[in-house]
Structures are given as C-alpha cells and as structure tokens.
C-alpha cells in the first residue's frame, strides 16, 4: 500500500494563504491518489464508486465500527490464508471466503458461514459397495452425503451411509454388469 503525505491543521489560521498553498496543494493531491486506489477517482463518469476494495490484516486486532452497522475485514484464521469476514452489528463473525477451494473431481468449496460443500465420484460393482474417503477431512462434521449413476445403465437404486467427518458408503443394492460410476456431494462444516 503506498504512502500519502498530509498536512493537518491546514490553512493556519493567520498566515497568508500564499504560505499554506504548497501544503495545500499537497494534501488535495493526496485525497484523490487515496480515492484513486479503491475507487473510480475525480473527473470520472463514475467517479466515487469503488473499482475495488484493499483489505488489511487485521488478525489480532479486529476492527470495531459505528453501533448497528456491519464491517467486512479479512483477517488470517487458524489456516494462515489472508480470508474475508463479516463482522455483524449482533457481535458475531461470519467467515466469507477460505482458500481451500478445488476445481474439479474431487472438490470442494467453502459457502459463507462455514458451509463447506464437497464433490466426488466413484465406482460401484453390483451388489456391492465403495468407501469415499474425503481428500481433506471435514474440520467439524459432515451432515450428509447423497449419490446417484452418472449413467443411465444404473437401473437400480443406490443408497449412502450416514457420513462423519472422514467419509462414507455408497451401497449399489442388486445389479449386474460392470461397476458403474456414482457421483456423490456431501455438505458439513
């Protein structure tokens, strides 16, 4: 983040506004290069919007705002990523974002307030079973887990264990043929 220079207590009261010009100058200069990081700066069409926003680590430190109203911060939780939270007027912190986030077969994604999301698939023989074991355990608990053929040819139905932390079953009751495919998403947090 750079560095602004600003004068306080700028004109002084008594001294000839040719005095006070240059710093002035400078503290004007300063608020539209301040506008200028996070926002659409002066002489814009949309001048005074945010073009983005700069967070600080406040990690340690959080930050405490106007009563009744809420303040996004980031901070480094027990992960040691650089995260977003939303800090609520009631006093409680949602987390908003987490660096744990896979594109792909297996993934998984975080959704505000802690809901973690994961995906897989595995194959399944008839009148058989299949472990998915998650790559990264939940860190409290898995609240469920559903599957389903990603083919047609399944013809019959599939059922899950009731999940933990860890993983679960995938049951293929009856069936013939060769194992089949089941795509599988589990939520916890």
């Known amino acids: 983040m750079p560095s602004f220079t600003y004068t306080t207590n700028i004109p002084v009261a008594g001294n000839d506004p040719s005095v006070d010009q240059p710093n002035m100058t400078t503290n004007t200069n300063s608020i539209a290069s301040i506008l200028d990081e996070d926002m659409i700066g002066f002489g814009n069409a949309n001048g005074g919007y945010h073009s983005k926003i700069t967070y600080v680590d406040q990690t340690g430190s959080l930050p405490s705002g106007v009563s009744g109203t809420d303040i996004l911060y980031s901070a480094v939780p027990s992960g040691g990523i650089l995260e977003l939270f939303l800090q609520r007027a009631t ?6 974002t987490t660096g744990n986030v896979t594109v792909g077969t297996p993934g998984q994604t975080f959704l505000p307030g802690g809901i973690i999301l994961k995906w897989g698939s ?27 053929f990603q083919s047609t040819a399944g013809g019959t139905a599939i059922s899950t264990s009731t999940p933990n932390a860890s993983g679960f079953t995938v049951y293929r009751p009856s069936g013939s043929g060769m194992a089949l495919p089941v795509f599988w998403v589990s939520l916890g947090y």
């Not at 399944?124 to 887990?145: E, I």
């Open 91 to 96: 006093g409680s912190a949602i987390q908003m």
């Open 122 to 148: 595995v194959s399944v023989l008839p009148s058989g079973s299949a472990m998915v074991t998650f790559g990264t355990a939940y860190p409290n608990a898995c609240w469920g887990a559903v599957a389903q």
